[in-house]
């Protein structure tokens, strides 16, 4: 789940060098934003993971590999509309900030440049990654139980 923190950072770095921005106040302000907002983003789709598999597991259809990315795949099938939407909803609220030139714009161009950086790397590493790890990472828990099964029979 914090993986998705690192990977937002990256996107918010690559703005900023691309806007010319330095480290500001205004920029740490839209950084803890966008740290918030990933989190959760995060949490949120591996929750979403989390009930398919126990789902699936509590009916005993979890055996293999391809059983735990089909219940991955439907948890994160449900997560995919919403966020996409959180990212088409505080890009239509802050891109327009990216080029305001009224009073207090440079301020916020600063707090606006991480938060719409971090969107976009954030909204791939939730919608493509997270899945892909957290599938992994269930197969190798389902392999430890199965091997520690076969060592109370033996």
């Known amino acids: ?19 010319h921005y330095n480290l500001s106040t205004a920029v740490w302000v839209g950084i803890i934003a966008l740290v918030g907002l990933a989190a959760q983003t995060g949490v949120v789709m591996v929750v979403y993971c989390d009930s398919a598999y126990h789902k699936r597991k509590r009916e005993g259809r979890i055996r293999s590999l391809d059983d735990i990315v089909e219940a991955t795949l439907e948890g994160s ?9 959180t990212v088409a909803t505080m890009m239509v609220g802050l891109v327009p900030l990216l080029w305001a030139q009224g009073s207090g714009a440079d301020v916020m161009k600063r707090v606006a440049a991480p938060m719409v950086g971090g969107l976009f790397t954030s909204a791939f590493l939730t919608l493509e990654i997270i899945p892909v790890i957290y599938t992994y990472w269930r197969y190798a828990q389902l392999k430890r139980e199965r091997r520690a099964r076969l060592e109370v029979v033996v």
């Open 77 to 85: 099938v449900q997560r995919v509309r919403p966020k996409l939407m």
């Open 1 to 19: 789940m914090l993986a998705s923190v690192p990977f937002a950072l990256v996107g918010s770095v690559w703005l900023l060098s691309l806007l």
